[in-house]
């Protein structure tokens, strides 16, 4: 019986995502998760974004970090750099550890969803992560300086490209899949809460699944965003930087914009509280919140809010 | 210009190989391997005997525990556990480091002789490693529990049940490789060193290459091997145990009968002098050196000892 399904990315989303599964029994709660930033490298298939949603409801994130796990150590990844191996995207022994588990379930052709299961049950987490897609999809970033993969952009180049255009390549022919499709469709759904992930890298990808976005075009129950802009700028990543280059402005008056009729509703931070002014009919509803998440408390008090806001709200 | 070929195994084999790689230019030695051991676990490709002699020969091996790398950690094989993943074979952090960048080499279809050459530039090692052959073999051991993979024998079930047999699954359609038959026909080739690694286990595999087999019965030049045995016992490792098994004697005049033709003179331990007198006609030479090595001092001694003995041999 979902309830409520979640979407969401890496660090903000997960954190938000992890509020959520204190909150809701198990059964409750279906997170649907950006695959588009995965990829390959040592022969190894890495999901950062399943991985950072894994750590996080597991409790084992690093906090201070913001990716990764804690304790975690580089006795692998210190003797690839010694033998001359690329060592740009830095992989911990624990990282490593759970990359060869999911490399070898999926040599063996376990579809992703039934990987991702399994290693959420080895992590002892008992809410439901769907990746948004057992088909490989990628995102691309175009930039002044050429297209480049997701990782290749994010970590390899730090961002600093400036960034043209968007794709996700596998989107269109990939399917949603069947766990999904039911947590979208199911009678007892009240509503569907876009987590505060970066709009462009890691809900763009999810809502490129035709089945997905459908489902939230055509949704029966209120959706509400928690816009991962606060005061004109992104707490982590380039959300704020890639905005401003797509010509975007920068504010979450214009994350609201951004996903439109997608959502009902859109937290704003209590700083940005102005922004209420500068709203228009045709734009969705922004409600106040405190949305920075610093402490493990934190998230749950924004996954309340949000729990609190979505039962007021009726579908139009 | 190979004047020596060395065939080895894991330790034993691994540290005369050194001593050898000591004493002669890189040019002047070829050093075959066995990969009966070799095998995939964690969907890593483990090649026990081709790590272990890389290790000694960049005086990287942990002399202590007699396998495996100085200095190692454990990061990723903890996690592992704590998944519930397979922990029986014991796989350090930089170990692991050499088993992704071979697995990636592999997938892209690199052979095993061109990976291994990879893996000694980056190690440093300028001495010539060739595996036995590019196809892959594999050894089985019939045991009375049944048969046994060699690693489940080896390292899971701790060398207990008793042999029956063995076999070397491949090497009847394996061919030696185009550097390992260019080293036993150069003209240059004075002499063949069978290690002191286990004849049934480690230099059986690689004599099961028909073409190398072949080389050895056809030579020109005398070929040496150094006993395993000591005294009645192995230094390292179930050969005696194995001997035993088989229904032969456990000494060093077995070995040599072991052997036969296939070489022309066998270096025994100070130890087990008395076993000259037991010589007949039919069996290779015996000649008595001090064969323990325990120092890297050691290594180079023996390695000097064969050289100078191979040197007072001339084919019959």
Known sequence: MTRIVALCGGVGGAKLAYGLSRLLPPEDLAIIVNTGDDFEHLGLLICPDLDTVTYTLAELDNTAQGWGREAETLGVMNELQ??????????????????????????????????????????????????????????????????????????????????????????????????????????????????????????????AITEIRDALVTRRVPALAVSPIIGGQALKGPAAKMMAELGSPVSSLAV?????????????????????????????????????MKTREDRIGLARACLALLGTMCRR
Request: overall charge negative; glycine content about 4%.
């Open 256 to 292: 609201a914009r951004h996903y439109g009729k997608l959502i009902d509703a859109l937290l704003i931070d209590e700083v940005d509280h102005e922004l209420i002014a500068a709203r228009t009919e045709m734009d969705p509803a922004l409600h106040v919140e405190k949305t920075v």
């Open 82 to 207: 010694r033998l001359g191996e690329d060592s740009w995207f830095l992989l911990g022994d624990k990282d490593i550890a759970l990359h060869l588990m999911r490399r070898q379930m999926r040599d063996a052709g376990v579809p992703l969803t039934e990987i991702t299961r399994c290693v959420a049950d080895r992590f002892g987490i008992s809410a439901r992560m769907l990746p948004m897609s057992d088909d490989p999809v990628r995102t691309h970033i175009s930039t002044e300086e050429g297209v480049l993969a997701f990782q290749e952009y994010f970590v390899r180049r730090r961002c600093e490209p400036r960034v043209t255009a968007l794709s996700f390549d596998g989107a269109a022919r990939a399917t949603s899949t069947a766990e999904i499709r039911a947590a979208l469709r199911d009678p007892a759904l009240t509503g569907i809460i876009l987590c505060p992930s970066n709009p462009y890298l890691s809900i763009a990808p999810i809502l």
